[in-house]
T-cell receptor, first 113, second 113 residues
């Protein structure tokens, strides 16, 4: 069953604008929440990640906001650039001894010049 | 250093045929994961290796799927009697350990005609 739900499915933002992608999870047995960026024909690449004991993490133009009680987290891309146009996936890592990732469905971001 | 590599990059086969997909992880990474990404979806976990052993194969859809990692480095995903529904991008990821970042390869796009 789907344990990580991501929205919106697609997003169009003007250059310089803020892109916001939201995720919600249904299982509390997660210990790490990464965001991956994927370009066509490429594998996902880690963008930024957060642990559940932290409410916000910022790296350059990218910020994760995490709400543990609501089981929600979001990615904010400030000053969005055309080069940010890609598909973004949120994920949650299980606390089991495997460390497998459960991914959201993905958000296709298009930043218009 | 070199990232995760996967071969072939594309594989077209006929229904009922056998295929092998190869993953070369980052040198020294003990953890190796296989994921499957269907069109427009996030990656879905298939199997996890810690060293040579498959520590978690709960994501394999049925017994037509099998994976090995005999020397704790290269891994091969094997699919018998392929079906059209097996068409997807098969991603491999490696990590220094289950609680560390997973680095993804570019994937193998499998098309079953």
């Amino acid at each position: 069953q789907q344990q990580v739900k991501q929205s919106p499915q697609s997003l169009i933002v003007q250059k310089g604008g803020i892109s916001i992608i939201n995720c919600a999870y249904e299982n509390t047995a997660f210990d790490y929440f990464p965001w991956y960026q994927q370009f066509p024909g490429k594998g996902p690449a880690l963008l930024i990640a957060i642990r559940p004991d932290v409410s916000e993490k910022k790296e350059g133009r990218f910020t994760i906001s995490f709400n543990k009680s609501a089981k929600q987290f979001s990615l904010h891309i400030m000053d969005s650039q055309p080069g940010d146009s890609a598909t973004y996936f949120c994920a949650a890592r299980t606390t089991s001894n495997t460390g497998k990732l459960i991914f959201g469905q993905g958000t296709t971001l298009q930043v218009k010049p | 250093g070199a990232g995760v590599s996967q071969t072939p990059s594309n594989k077209v086969t006929e229904k009922g045929k056998y295929v092998e997909l190869r993953c070369d992880p980052i040198s020294g990474h003990t953890a190796l994961y296989w994921y499957r990404q269907s069109l427009g979806q996030g990656p879905e976990f298939l199997i996890y290796f810690q060293g040579t052993g498959a520590a978690d194969d709960s994501g394999l859809p049925n017994d037509r799927f099998f994976a090995v990692r005999p020397e704790g480095s290269v891994s091969t995903l094997k699919i018998q009697r392929t079906e059209r529904g097996d068409s997807a991008v098969y991603l491999c990821a490696s990590s220094p350990g289950r609680d560390r970042v997973q680095y993804f390869g570019p994937g193998t796009r499998l098309t079953v005609l």
